[in-house]
């Protein structure tokens, strides 16, 4: 059974940084495009950001350009999401995706940005 363990999340003030990390076992992984959702309570879960099996080439949400990073490491099965200049706007339950015509996910980490 895949298994994606998402952890780094926390609380931190506005402007801010965390790291995300995302390993994944069970899973072939550098086919996969990998990415970043996030959902905020009472909201639907949006994209944030994804990475395709090399790495070089990314996508992002408009509202985390030029603040988030995602980057993955395909020795360690593993995917990141370092977010730096954290705004309130941006708490939410952050999940993780593989995506190769199947989805599969996290569980999520919460990531909590106070004014």
């Known amino acids: 059974q895949v298994q994606l363990v998402e952890s780094g999340g926390g609380l931190v003030q506005a402007g801010g940084s965390l790291r995300l990390s995302c390993a994944a076992s069970?899973?072939?992984?550098?086919?996969?495009?990998m990415g970043w959702f996030r959902q905020a309570p009472g909201k639907e879960r949006e994209f944030v950001a994804t990475i395709n099996w090399s790495g070089g080439r990314t996508n992002y949400a408009d509202s985390v350009k030029g603040r988030f990073t995602i980057s993955r490491d395909n020795a360690k099965n593993t995917v990141y999401l370092e977010m730096n200049s954290l705004k309130p706007e941006d708490t939410a339950v952050y999940y993780c995706?593989?995506?190769?015509?199947?989805?599969?996910w996290g569980q999520g980490t919460q990531v909590t940005v106070s004014s």
């Open positions: 995706n593989a995506n190769r015509g199947l989805d599969y």
């Open positions: 069970r899973l072939s992984f550098s086919p996969y495009t």
